[in-house]
């Protein structure tokens, strides 16, 4: 989307939008409205394709529509901020993964099957840490040597949900041994999980 090119979701331009965790709160006003729903505020989820909106709340009162957005961002705040606390409980040291502490990598590299590193300033700031940066990269056209494509799909070592960055935003690679006992946890389990997942394809093949 271009830098002057407005934000639309439906009849509603986006005139308002934070994104908290893994979620955006967003406020939409249409002026063309004469039903009483000249605002609205919603929670979006999107993707390279399309943009979903859920949870719809719509008025004449933008007093109403802010109050709402203000309290739905504070209840993603105090959501997201639990699910962070989670690797402290756990007694995991989440601190952030620097250059220093892998190896770097070059286009001529083959990073498919390895662990690698996110670059911290691609992660959103509250993601910053050691569980959200570790990654086994498993395809994608970068992941590659001297692809045209950049894309790599990745799982997470520490909550095991699939992601996908550019090559670009690969900090380094991390040999398993070096990997601290969560991310060594977690890797095991997505490998055991691997080996499963082709086991039953070749049985019913």
Known sequence: MQDN??????????????QVGDREIVIGENLMDT???KYMCAFCTANELFAQYDDLIVSEDYAEI???????????AEKTRAELAKPHLQGIDDTSITAGMCYPISYMDNIE?????????????????????????????????????????????????????????????????????????????????????????????
Request: net charge positive; with cysteine.
């Open 5 to 18: 090119e407005k934000r639309m979701a439906g009849d509603y331009e986006i005139i308002h939008a934070l």
């Open 35 to 37: 039903n009483g729903q």
């Open 66 to 76: 802010l109050k709402q957005y203000g309290e739905r961002i504070a209840k993603q």
């Open 113 to 205: 099957g390895k662990v690698i590193v996110i670059k911290q300033e691609v992660l959103k700031r509250e993601y910053r840490s050691a569980t959200h940066q570790l990654k086994l990269c498993t395809g994608g056209f970068g992941s590659h040597p001297n692809s045209r494509g950049s894309a790599c799909f990745c799982t997470d070592l520490y909550s095991g949900k699939s992601s996908r960055f550019e090559r670009m935003d690969v900090l380094g690679t991390m040999e398993p041994e070096n990997l601290p006992e969560w991310a060594r946890i977690g890797l095991n389990h997505i490998r055991q999980a691997e080996k499963q997942k082709k086991s039953i394809d070749k049985e019913a093949r």
